[in-house]
């Protein structure tokens, strides 16, 4: 048995599809980018494009997928979005309402499918920056907060805008900061560097999502737009049904993560 | 009289309102943002808005103002795109069939306008940074050419990558590389240095528009995506009614165009 670290995108995604991988994406695929996923009927569809165009940082664009298709040619040519992500949330206006993992009979004839970057592209580039990632060092998810900036609304899209944060020795935040601006797909440089109540978040220790932080001593909290803030938007906005990736439970996309950086 | 490269956004586009002002906006209001604009029916935005992001060194959106509205509150908040641009083009069907100063009785009640960036802050940046810019030395409109590169589809919008191109001093190239990279949203970093052929152009004489350059012993061809690029593609797809900006009319806003490259 082989390490799923070193397995291709194909590889994954086919034991995926055959029911042989419902876990997490944690660790899998290392070098790939891996894509939230939100699927919505077509009536809402170019609300929600210009939702994330105006706030890009936090809802960055991988791909649209169109109605009538369930494939990404530009990011997986051939993956079937309904079965080939280990685990989806399927939500009725605004609710939570199932969990599971293939969506084939839910999927709307005239559904756009939208890909959005996540952070794991970032925690792999400050990794090899030699910038610690001190909540992969805990084996815990990032910290997730609800700031006081509301994002700027498009349609019935809208809602405040969430960050994640890493401390960061603070003698390294510059070089945090830099390297990750290189990944503007992968929500790019920090948002806010310091002081948390700069983004109205009193204490670090309450989490929207994710586990709170254990910072050492010298650490300097940072951070960054996160893609919580578009499922909150879509979650809010009411729709009758959207499905999404169950978090943690990302496609795995046969794009190299690298790939944004040098091209 | 003063000179209108001083006049702030809002005294310049209340003297095109007025009447008093039906040229180019090139040189106005030196250190704002420029932008293309593009109208058409609610019915085909988000597969243009998606064309936008699938293409975005061609087409990089600005912003979106949605149906009802005249007025893009995030770049010129109260300018009624309707009369403040000093010269309109009017399409059926792809077909150019009017130039006008304002287009009040023609905008569409469920119209969606799209304000996309162009060159003009790279042509800044660049003689702010001391790389000579030919076509501004000569007075002319840069040279645009057709590529055999094509853009990425979306719904009823595709067609070949437009570029423009500056002769560039060969010792210089790297600088105005990293110079324009800067500014994502005025088409960013080249697309092509060197070799016309590798995009397909066999002579730089066959312009599609502006001016055949005049390049001085040293410089080297360098290629820019180019909003032409977004033009072409919106004929092509023979909307009933599209309207734009007139070639070198732009829409003047109210943002600073060195704000993309610090914040």
């Known amino acids: 048995v082989t390490d799923p670290a070193t397995w291709s995108p194909r590889q994954f995604r086919d034991r995926v599809a055959s029911g042989a991988w419902n876990h997490s994406t944690t660790g899998v695929c290392l070098g790939y980018t891996q894509a939230n996923l939100a699927v919505m ?31 990404s040619e530009l990011f997986a040519p051939g993956a079937d979005l309904r079965t080939e992500l280990p685990r989806y949330r399927v939500y009725r206006e605004g609710d939570l309402v199932d969990e ?19 952070a794991l592209s970032c925690d792999e580039a400050l990794l090899e920056a030699g910038v610690p990632v001190r909540h992969l060092e805990d084996g815990m998810q990032a910290p997730v907060y609800l700031t006081d900036h509301q994002m700027v609304a498009a349609g019935r899209f809208a809602g405040p805008l969430a960050v994640n944060m890493r401390p960061v020795p603070a003698g390294l935040v510059a ?89």
């Open 41 to 71: 009927s077509h009536e809402y569809a170019f609300d929600f494009l210009l939702f994330c165009q105006r706030n890009q940082q936090a809802c960055p664009v991988l791909d649209v997928v169109e109605p009538g298709a369930v494939t």
């Open 100 to 118: 599971r993992t293939e969506v084939t009979d839910l999927w709307p004839e005239e559904a756009v499918a939208f890909l959005l970057g996540c």
């Open 175 to 263: 070089r945090a900061a830099a390297v990750t601006s290189r990944f503007p797909s992968a929500h790019g440089g920090p948002m806010h560097i310091g002081d948390p109540a700069g983004l109205g978040i009193r204490d670090l220790a309450d989490v929207r999502a994710g586990a709170a932080p254990s910072p050492r001593p010298g650490d300097v909290p940072v951070f960054w737009a996160c893609g919580v803030s578009a499922e909150l938007a879509a979650r809010r906005a009411e729709l009758p049904l959207m499905i999404t990736h169950a978090p943690g439970h990302m496609f795995v996309t046969d794009r190299p993560s690298g790939l944004e950086a040098t091209c």
